[in-house]
């Protein structure tokens, strides 16, 4: 049974929502560090006194961290959704459905940006019973790596994890 188009544009409004959240963390965190950084209190005293570079270095990572959550939004948000079916090789946007050698499931979104982001998407469950989130992969990761231009029914092996799949849907 086939997603509607409409209903990957949910799942995508689900991953912006998490990703805004991950955003709005990463912003307070850098906030309270560059306070942290320029409070009076860390400015040092001696040259054993690290604490105000320690913080300064950590406000620099968090505005980083920042500026990777806005990018990975960008390219979500501008991801062309498509259709895929079993007829279709696995590609950006491909939301896959996985099997592993417990007969596990898992759901897979082929992403641009933010591989390792889980989402809850209830709605899921209506086609896979035992599934209800899923995990943002990039084609950059081992697995979203093996997983590119594969149909369904091809098994996947990821080496030296001693893990195998198999493709069981693709949306």
């Known amino acids: ?44 005293r001696s040259k054993y006194e690290t604490f105000g570079l320690e913080a300064s270095y950590l406000a620099h990572g968090q ?26 090789a696995i590609g950006l946007g491909a939301l896959v459905i996985l099997e592993d050698e417990l007969e596990q ?11 390792g ?16 989130n899923v995990m943002l992969v990039t084609s950059a990761a081992p697995l979203g790596y093996a997983l590119m231009g594969k149909y369904v029914d091809d098994d996947i092996v990821l080496a030296g994890q001693n893990k195998q799949y198999q493709i069981i849907a693709v949306y």
């Open 1 to 44: 049974m086939a997603l509607k188009h409409m209903d990957k544009a949910l799942l995508r409004d689900i991953i912006v929502v998490q990703l805004e959240s991950i955003k709005q963390a990463a912003v307070n965190a850098a906030n309270q560090a560059h306070e942290t950084a320029t409070h009076s209190e860390a400015i040092a």
């Open 105 to 115: 499931l898992q759901a897979l979104f082929i992403s641009p940006a933010a591989g």
């Open 63 to 88: 505005t980083q961290r920042v500026a990777e959550c806005q990018l990975a939004l960008q390219q979500i948000n501008g991801l062309v959704l498509r259709d895929f079916d079993a007829d279709t």
């Open 117 to 132: 982001v889980k989402v809850q998407w209830p709605e899921l469950s209506q086609y896979h019973n035992d599934i209800n």
